[in-house]
């Protein structure tokens, strides 16, 4: 194994347990990444949704969904209610508990990892993660690419920054 590889697979490791750590440190919906956590990530960048948009968005079974949406709205962070215009659509609000979550959760997605690095080398370093990103991403067969719930996380990325601007814009 050459040394760029063992660099490499160190630095995994100690990123994810890095990570980790970060999350945990938050408290329980630190994690933006994963179960509730990415909800209200979501839910922060654009406070009223669909159940039908959080599943196109986040690309999750609807089983899946309405089991988080569940312990969120328990704990009183999330509340649903039928859409105004059809009935049949469940809408996902934030609550004010939920928007102060969603907060904490934001404000802990840039990893102060980063900030040892000089501009021109986290720009170095994003040019680099994203060539080989793309490289993979064109390696895997058709078939781990394809499926409504499997999620390539840079397309996931891409539909966040969409909701995003979208909110942004009204």
């Known amino acids: 194994m050459d ?3 063992e660099q490499f697979i ?3 490791k100690l990123f994810r347990r890095y990570t980790d750590l970060k999350h945990q440190k938050i408290g329980k919906y630190g994690n933006f990444l994963r179960g509730q956590g990415r909800i209200l990530a979501v ?4 406070p009223l949704m669909s159940q039908k948009e959080l599943i196109r968005v986040l690309s999750i079974r609807p089983q ?6 569940r312990k969120l709205e328990k704990s009183a962070l999330i509340q649903r209610f039928p859409s ?4 049949r659509i469940m809408m996902i609000e934030l609550t004010e508990k939920g928007a102060a979550a969603a907060k904490k ?3 802990s997605h ?4 980063f900030q040892h690095l000089t501009s021109a080398e986290r720009t170095q370093l994003i040019s680099i993660l994203g060539k080989l990103s793309n490289v993979m991403r064109a390696d895997l067969p058709e078939t781990a690419k394809d499926g409504p719930y499997c999620d390539d996380p840079w397309e996931h990325l891409q ?3 969409e909701i995003k601007e979208q909110h942004d814009r009204e």
């Open 64 to 69: 899946s969904l309405g089991e988080l949406l």
């Open 110 to 113: 840039n990893i102060e990892l």
């Open 10 to 12: 160190i630095f995994s």
């Open 84 to 87: 105004k215009e059809d009935r």
């Open 159 to 161: 539909r966040i920054k």
């Open 3 to 5: 040394e760029l590889t």
């Open 43 to 46: 839910l922060d960048l654009k």
């Open 105 to 107: 959760i934001s404000e």
